[in-house]
């Protein structure tokens, strides 16, 4: 389901990308172009469905943030 909510996301407008990692904890990270994009998003009839089914099946909580992101930089080898 991951997968293809990602394939889907690439599809909307105001989509700049995602991240993900999966440890102990899985985290997912979603960047949009402004607020409206991430409601047209949270709107999703598909998307609805796959958070339906994640809180249904495969999750026992989960916490959702909207933030801006002011600065993003790093190092690279």
Known sequence: MSEKMIGLARTQPGFL???MAREEVGITVSYWTDLES???WKQNV???EAQ???REKWYS?????????ERDYGFEY
């Open 38 to 40: 991430i409601k047209n």
């Open 61 to 69: 909580s989960y916490k959702l943030r909207i933030a801006k992101v």
């Open 52 to 54: 339906r089914l994640g």
């Open 46 to 48: 598909d998307h609805q």
């Open 17 to 19: 990308g995602v991240e």
